[in-house]
């Protein structure tokens, strides 16, 4: 690095998608309207569970949560990319940059331990369901999703600070459609060895630590519900637990499939960056949906609240 250009980057340039026209306004189009549903489905389940007492309960508060959390995980995303769809310069300022870095990775940790938060109560009401008022109290239900929040953005605020330790000169460009850690890292011009290691013992603990939880849950449920007699309250003990399996399924193998690729390059493939839009743009949209769609209780929840606004 004798020879070359310090000067220190104080911006950083996305790639995006593609600089054909007609591709940038199918994917505005496409972006826009995921964004839009994202916020209407979410907002909406928060809604919904706020004013129908019937799903005043543990699950639907974790559920509420998971939709605030996809709201705000779109939102830190999804401008930036609509924003720089029609730009010749899609440039994005180094505080900007990792802001994004920060809230976005703050969400995902969040939602990974919110899931799990999820899972421990369908083990709970199923496994302990003569204990599940006591043990899956307000004030239970309450400390666990403060203490999701908090570790959330703790753990993104060091990695991120790791990230931002890092020295970053000549090449400012992101082959990627929004700020993340492999990308940003692969451009610095100081050593990162340690702290690629660093990042990828954080992430791993938390996916293992966060899927050990979800795992071990429903393998307890899954050896519970087998000893029913009945095999219609073996089809409710399930049927009560295949959305939150479905979003479960979506969320962490689009996770480990986007994981398990070279971490730290910025050549980011045709893939890479059609499993980021899955995991950051779609599954904020399809989580509402999966509920909504697979979920009785709610169907039944929002057929009353219609029928009250129509009858007024």
Excluded: W
Excluded at 66 to 88: E, G, H, R, W
Excluded at 131 to 143: F, G, T
């Amino acid at each position: 690095m004798a020879g070359r250009n310090q000067t220190m980057v104080t911006e950083f340039v996305l790639l995006g998608f593609t600089d054909q026209l007609d591709l940038q306004i199918l994917l505005f189009g496409i972006f826009l309207v995921i964004y839009l549903i994202t916020l209407i489905g979410n907002l909406g389940m928060m809604g919904l569970i706020r004013v129908s007492s019937r799903l005043h309960t543990p699950m639907y508060f974790f559920l509420s949560h998971l939709s605030f959390v996809d709201i705000c995980y779109a939102s830190s995303i999804t401008p930036k990319i609509l924003a720089n769809i029609f730009v010749k310069e899609k440039n994005i300022s180094f505080t900007g940059c990792f802001t994004q870095l920060y809230f976005s990775s703050a969400l995902a940790t969040t939602e990974c331990f919110l899931l799990a938060a999820m899972a421990f109560d369908r083990f709970v009401a199923i496994c302990n369901p003569l204990l599940y008022a006591v043990i899956m109290s307000n004030r239970v239900c309450s400390e666990l999703a403060i203490a999701v929040y908090i570790y959330g953005f703790l753990n993104s605020l060091i990695q991120t600070t790791m990230t931002l330790q890092a020295s970053f000169c000549d090449s400012n460009v992101i082959n990627h459609f929004y700020c993340a850690d492999p990308p940003l890292l692969s451009l610095s011009c100081s050593d990162i060895h340690v702290k690629e290691k660093q990042i990828f013992i954080i992430s791993t603990l938390n996916l293992v630590s966060s899927l050990l939880v979800v795992f071990l849950s429903y393998c307890c449920i899954f050896v519970v519900v087998l000893k029913f007699p009945s095999g219609e309250d073996r089809c409710k003990a399930f049927s009560t637990c295949v959305t939150h399996l479905t979003v479960i399924a979506l969320f962490y193998g689009t996770l480990f499939s986007m994981y398990f690729q070279q971490p730290y390059t910025n050549q980011a493939l045709p893939f890479d960056k059609a499993a980021s839009v899955f995991y950051s743009l779609i599954i904020p949209m399809l989580n509402p949906l999966i509920y909504s769609l697979r979920n009785r209780d709610v169907k039944e929840a929002l057929r009353k609240v219609i029928e009250r606004k129509v009858l007024r």
